[in-house]
């Protein structure tokens, strides 16, 4: 691997300028018109909902049941969504507020009657893809109780046509940074079929940064990247390891392939860009333009960062600002080069706008550390017998134990997830260096994602950055490794760690993180 792909790896650091450049803006009027023509002639933004002024609590219903839609370009699909839509509603609230939210499952009723536990290998076969709960993936809030606890499930009814209900209540710390989150369910075994049903949404808290003259000035855009498996109009359950091989990933925006968003010369817009899919990385660049990156994973930068062009893993998001050029269409791709997310047509009269010098962001620091960890995420192929023979490990510091230490690869409880061990014990207040390495045989990337609280990228691939970052997901490649510290703040309780490839998550690729004081 070039040293230029291993940076290219990184989920919100901007590479290298004119690392991903792929072609000069199309110029002829014709050209433009005929790419206009052929992309969705729209650009929805999702539903939102945003606490009530003066009021501090957001009250809101969440309805999770399958869903009949047209989509253009793609067809008739049925899949499991939110409020029959994808993505979900976009919740918006503010630092001290609180979020209740009520689920209702209207889901069928799970097939079989097996618990996973019950089964040859444990929980750790995907299960239960009817039964869901929520996660407030990058709020800096309490992991336990009614709040983003990832251990609770939302079970369907057992009668047919009948719905149950559920309840979460969250609340946002008052000094909680400004930023871009989003909501999805985590129920260990049926997080990958559901995310690529279309399930997730949005989760803004406003504050400082928005207030920014210039990027109050802006206009504000949802831009939620979802990846569907549509196999004759639906997504099928993850029952075995090759479930998802060779259906080819549909991705919308918003809901929609490849929609049209129009911007004025010289217009400032801010994208706040969210990767909703559950196996695919974006490798984000749109032709002509500079990305000004104001934000990673909802934590402000000092100041924006321009380049062109950043990778984007699963989970991860990035607030960027675009400053339309010349008249023009423009595509912005992703997944490759060749796929286009969304077409910027860059027309009418020219709107001079500036873009800030300075921004109210996190410093990115933190003390020397006093403890250090070493994981290392790791896969075997063909180990197992059944429908799922792939074993995806975390070994290193904390590891699951093997239940039988003469078994070696073929043991099914070594360093994947256990519901009764707990991998890590993190004490608040504590500053710990961590380094995490993927040194899975297969050529598989490893987002790395961190539950409760944000953590310091400090170095790639045991080279320091010049400046760190804050993340809640990095991808790590294969034979590569990220170093970064972590302090954890405010919550105990049990929380979690896990490969934001969601599949190798259901399948094990996960531990326990114990917050203590």
Known sequence: MTSLARRGVLKCLPVAAGAVLTGMAASPRA??????????PSFPQPQTRRTPPHTGRLETRLTVGFTEQTLPGVGTVTTRTYEGTIPGPTLRVRPGDTLEITQVNALPPNAGTAHAEETPQGMNVPHHFNTFNLHTHGLHVDPTGEADNIYRAF????TPGATTTHRSVVDVPADHPAGTFWYHPHRHGSTSTQLLNGMGGLLVVEGDVDEVPEIAAAKDVVVCINELKLSGGRVPDLTSHGAYEGIVSTFLVNGVKNPVLTIAPGEVQR???VNAGAITAHFLSLRGHELHQIACDGITFMEPVATTGLTLPMGGRADLLIRGGRPGTYKLSGGGPSQTLLTLVVTGDARPMSLPASLPGRPPELPEPTRTRALTFRSYENVFSGAFPNAYRILGDGETPPADPLAGRHDLAWGR???DFVNQRVRLGEVEEWTVVNDSHAHSHHPFHLHTNHFLLTAVDNRRLATPVWHDTVSIPPNGSITFRLRAEDFTGRSMLH????QHGDEGMMQIVDYVR
Do not use: I, K, M, T
């Open 31 to 40: 050209v433009a018109r005929q790419e206009a023509d052929e992309a969705e």
């Open 155 to 158: 079970e369907p009814s057992d």
């Open 271 to 273: 994208w706040r860009v």
């Open 417 to 419: 997830l256990a519901s």
């Open 499 to 502: 490969c934001h490839q969601l």
